[in-house]
């Protein structure tokens, strides 16, 4: 179990994610987890685009 928190409990899921599966880690944060993912050195790369077959679009 991690001990930290905040930044740094960010941090250390993603190293420990990395360090065991080698893939890279994704979230969907927004808000505040946002900008604490940002803290932690996280960076955003587009935005969120959901697909569906067959779905219907929900407004």
Do not use: C, Q
Request: charged share 20%.
């Amino acid at each position: 179990m991690w001990a930290s928190t905040g930044e740094a409990a960010v941090r250390d899921t993603a190293v420990a994610h990395a360090a065991t599966t080698g893939l890279p880690l994704v979230g969907y944060e927004r808000g505040p987890a946002l900008a604490l993912a940002e803290r932690a050195g996280f960076a955003k790369i587009g935005a969120l685009r959901v697909w569906g077959w067959g779905a219907r679009e929900e407004n």
